[in-house]
């Protein structure tokens, strides 16, 4: 496998807080990989400068050879880098069809779209039974089913996921794990950024643990699972 995205000495500051310092990973195509750690840690913010949210302060953010660093998060999504955030941010006022077909509002191949919009649809059951449900009545794990698959729509390369578990119940976690492990098998690169420790390491091939805004272990999913250090600090061993 080759790396889609790599990023190097990646530095990000809000003001005189480095929230980021300096950290190198990379995401090989055809995978799932993980940087996980605690709250406040960096990992939203390490996607946040992926997207081009917010600027880095240094380092390098490389998709495909191409450099990301100066591009704006618009030219970011059509490259196919596409995110899903923290929180969902889905649009309550909408309806769930309306949600999801503005995940294809740049796409230009309006024939494949429903189509897309149908294996999405077939990948989440409850949201072809609340098609036409405004979004804001969905379930927490609903809106985060819709905020996955509106990000489908968009035909991403590389899926970015920022803490898809957080506030939902554990067997709502569990399915919408057993979704992204569906989806890599179709084919999809995911990198996702996780508290769930345990649940991350599960279903990733490679992580990374950032702690106050440095990477200081990294390695397979299941060696990190098993890593003393990770299991004392994150597992509850």
């Given at each position: 496998?080759?790396a ?10 809000y003001?005189?807080i ?14 799932i990989r ?8 960096g990992?939203?913010t ?6 081009g ?14 450099e ?9 999504v ?15 006022t ?14 230009r191949d ?10 999405v ?12 449900a405004m979004?804001?009545?969905l379930?927490?794990?609903e809106q ?13 390369r590389l899926l ?19 979704t ?5 098998r ?22 990374y ?26 597992l509850?061993?």
């Amino acid at each position: 496998m080759t790396a889609l995205l790599r990023v190097e000495g990646l530095r990000v500051a809000y003001g005189h807080i480095e929230a980021v310092q300096g950290i190198d990973f990379e995401v090989e195509s055809g995978e799932i990989r993980t940087l996980v750690g605690a709250n406040g840690a960096g990992k939203s913010t390490t996607l946040l400068a992926l997207s081009g949210l917010v600027p880095a302060k240094a380092g390098s953010i490389r998709f495909e050879g191409e450099e990301l660093t100066r591009l704006p998060t618009h030219r970011i999504v059509e490259r196919g880098l596409v995110q899903v955030a923290e929180g969902r941010a889905i649009l309550t006022t909408l309806t769930v069809r309306e949600n999801l077909e503005l995940g294809a509002y740049r796409r230009r191949d309006r024939g494949a779209i429903a189509g897309d919009l149908e294996r999405v649809l077939n990948l989440f059951p409850r949201l072809h039974d609340r098609i036409d449900a405004m979004a804001g009545n969905l379930s927490g794990g609903e809106q985060q089913m819709l905020a996955i698959g509106r990000a489908l729509l968009a035909r991403p390369r590389l899926l970015l996921l920022d803490e898809p578990s957080m506030g939902l119940a554990p067997l709502v976690v569990q399915d919408i794990f057993a979704t992204l492990r569906r989806i890599n098998r179709d084919g999809l690169t995911v990198f996702l950024v996780e508290q769930n420790v345990r649940q991350a390491l599960k279903i990733a091939r490679y992580g990374y643990v950032i702690e106050s805004g440095k990477v200081v272990l990294s390695g397979a999913g299941t060696t990190l699972m098993n890593d003393p250090r990770v299991i004392d600090a994150y597992l509850g061993g």
